[in-house]
């Protein structure tokens, strides 16, 4: 019998002790056993903090964020392999499509956006400096920095590849290690994953690890530079949430936990319309995808009251199309649930929502007649597809419409009168990860998202002009937020560079200028520049340095120059060209100066016109105009080096330049940033 495996401190490692047996989902063969017996975790932990933790801090984000894309590289040549394994798990292809190929593609986003969003620098600067002093000799800027404990995941066991993945990618490119430890029933899947991931020796040592079987006192060792993220039941993550350690020492601690997501068709919907077919469509794909065992399923369909009966037949109708099997037979649709135990639990919640609701269609419990399609799938963990109508008063907060659920191929049809009351229903749910309203009418579409929005995670519309493109209603992507509150636990993975900052501490920085662009890598207004008498751009990206600066010759606006520009450009605002409109407009004294003009003169003050290696300007940032300008004003400008960001894998850097025009009285009249590509030597 095989032994799952943990890989700690650079080791794997195998329990000596007898283990929990796991049994493949779709014939209850035995696949393996899982303990964790005989690890000790306070030193994981430290292994984690004192090895993985400094190793992955000498990564800049874009070197985390490559490596991210090599990793993802290696694991899809080898996705056919994650493939094979998963049907053990009940997984038909295209359930192990998203665990698999979906998880992976997280690593690739991670890493896209961390090398176009973040710096390639070990700093990240959250949001403009801070003016706190009259002369700006002390000032101040937001930075986030890693924390320097480690991020321990504990996952669920309805995605054992995604769910690690879409972790692991912002945890990786915060800089933290990370201990993984999957649910025990597909851990089995996970393991093979971890096995390949160490095998290519692309992350650092002791920047993963992985416990297959118990946790064992690992919570008991966390303290306020640790993050716990947590997915499955609400009842065990309260639980862990509420371990002393955690408690005492503030720990982070990331929820997913049970969701009664909703979909609501639109009061504006009609049989035989677009958006009629896309609702049912949409919630039996929910209702079967991964057989139902997805934290963002539809459990919840809040449709009109005069509606009831014709969405119960179409759904009818399509669930009835929708074969259960062997993953491996041609023509199945929907797989197993996870486990006979995982099946008991759906079983159980059926039966307490059968007493407020009456079944639509499907079978299940003692003396179901389900069809199941393959051999030897007698010992199967096997369900039919659910859908109840609930027959109560859907306005009762306390009915287990809103309160139980049942983790599998189950949806409940619930009646609503009007977009108000949709609104309530939905409410009743008690925080959700996602809701979705398919509607053609855009004024019901904004009356249900609005209503509903404090109450979710995320919010899906869909119309007949979306839908092709669509990614539905329950998946979750690494762009957006994934998390909800309330039930759904109250914290939020992924959402692109915001599940990087989970990991990381924000902090204040104060003091001088100078001191505050040391520290930052980022000139900062009131720091010294560097006027050498060598035109920045003659500079190659690695010879120049931050605070290079460039003080222009002065340049007397005109009335000649702004009529010029108007001419040339088409732009003749009655304020550059009427001087009695122009003073009778609060802002202008007079005939002002085009603001485009104004960037273009700067654009001929700064400029080295001959070829160097200065490749291309590729746009401005933060673009204020400040002060008007009027003919005889006397401009300048300060060109200054503000940031650069190295491109590991091309021969050019970017560079961002200060750039701030100032008036014969000193006084700032435009303020942004040039962007620059800029050839290494």
């Keep these: 019998m095989k032994k799952l495996q943990s890989y700690v401190q650079g080791e794997w490692f195998e329990s000596s002790a007898s283990g929990v047996l796991l049994r493949n989902a779709v014939n209850g063969d035995a696949v393996a056993e899982i303990s964790s017996d005989g690890l000790d975790f306070a030193d994981i932990r430290n292994y984690a903090r004192d090895a993985g933790g400094p190793a992955l801090r000498k990564f800049t984000f874009h070197q985390r964020a490559l490596k991210l894309k090599e990793l993802a590289k290696y694991l899809m040549e080898r996705k056919e392999l994650f493939y094979e394994l998963s049907k053990a ?17 997280t690593l690739f986003i991670y890493s896209g956006k961390g090398r176009r969003e973040m710096p390639n620098s070990n700093v990240y600067l959250d949001g403009p400096q801070e003016i706190i002093s009259r002369d700006g000799t002390f000032t101040a800027q937001h930075i986030y920095t890693p ?12 995605f054992p590849c995604w769910g690690m993945l879409e972790k692991l990618a912002p945890q990786l490119l915060a800089g933290v290690p990370v201990i993984v430890k999957p649910a025990s029933q597909t851990a089995f899947l996970t393991e093979l994953m971890v096995k390949h991931i160490i ?8 920047s993963l690890q992985l416990v297959c079987g118990s946790t064992g006192d690992l919570l008991k060792h966390v303290d306020c530079q640790d993050a716990v993220s947590f997915t499955g039941s609400a009842s065990t993550g309260l639980m862990l949430k509420q371990q002393p350690a955690i408690i005492q020492n503030a720990t982070r601690f990331f929820m997913e936990a049970d969701s009664l997501n ?48 014709a969405v119960g037949d179409a759904l009818k109708a399509r669930l009835a199309k929708i074969a259960v099997g062997d993953p491996d037979v041609e023509g199945v649709r929907m797989g197993a649930l996870a486990g006979l135990d995982q099946r008991r639990d759906v079983e159980e919640r059926l ?87 398919i509607t053609a009418d855009p004024n019901v579409a904004r009356n249900i998202v609005l209503g509903c929005a404090a109450y979710h995670g995320r919010m899906v519309v869909i119309n007949e002009a979306c839908a092709k493109e669509s990614t539905g209603h329950g998946s979750p992507l690494a762009h957006l937020v994934h998390g909800g509150p309330g039930r759904a636990g109250g914290c939020e993975e992924m959402g692109g560079i915001r599940g990087v900052k989970h990991y990381m501490q924000r902090t204040a920085v104060q003091g001088s200028p100078d001191m505050l662009s040391a520290i930052t890598n980022t000139w900062i207004t009131g720091a010294k520049r560097n006027v050498d008498g060598i035109h920045p751009f003659k500079k190659t990206f690695e010879i120049l340095s931050v605070g290079d600066a460039l003080i222009t010759e002065k340049r007397v606006i ?16 009655y304020a550059h060209m009427d001087k009695a409109a122009a003073q009778r407009n609060p802002f202008f004294e007079d005939r002002v100066a085009h603001g485009y003009f104004l960037v273009s003169m700067a654009a001929g003050l700064f400029v080295w016109p001959d070829e160097g290696p200065v490749l291309a300007n590729y746009g401005l940032d933060n673009l204020r105009f400040s002060a008007p300008v009027y003919a005889g004003d006397e401009l300048q400008v300060q060109f200054t080096c503000k940031q650069k960001v190295n491109r590991d894998t091309e021969e050019y850097g970017e560079v961002r330049w200060d750039t701030t025009i100032i008036n014969q009285d000193s006084e700032v009249v435009a303020n942004y940033d040039v962007l620059t590509l800029v050839a290494k030597a």
């Design 89 to 105: 798990t009940g997984a038909t292809r295209t359930d192990s499509w998203i665990d698999i190929e979906g998880g992976i593609s």
């Design 147 to 158: 924390i320097q404990g480690v991020a321990i995941q504990i996952n669920a066991f309805n």
């Design 199 to 206: 095998e290519s020796g692309i992350l650092p040592e002791g």
């Design 262 to 309: 909703c979909s609501i068709l639109g009061s504006d919907v009609q049989p035989g319309s677009v958006e009629f077919d896309l609702y049912v469509k949409e919630v039996a794909r929910e209702m079967t995808a991964k057989a139902g065992q997805k934290c963002t399923a539809i459990r919840r369909a809040i449709v009109p009251a005069n509606l009831m009966e």
């Design 351 to 437: 039966e307490l929502l059968s007493q407020q609701c009456e079944k639509v269609f499907g079978d299940f419990g003692t003396g179901s007649s389900l069809s199941v399609m393959g051999e030897n799938t007698e010992n199967g963990a096997f369900i039919s597809p659910v859908l109840l109508a609930y027959n109560g008063a859907a306005n009762d907060p306390d009915s287990a419409i809103h309160n139980v659920e049942a983790f599998g191929p189950v949806s409940t049809l619930i009646p609503y009168e009007n977009d108000d009351d949709a609104i309530a229903i939905a409410a009743m749910g008690k925080g959700s990860l996602v809701g979705s309203v």
């Design 558 to 573: 005109t009335i000649e120059d702004i009529e010029a520009f108007a001419e040339l450009s088409g732009d003749t605002f």
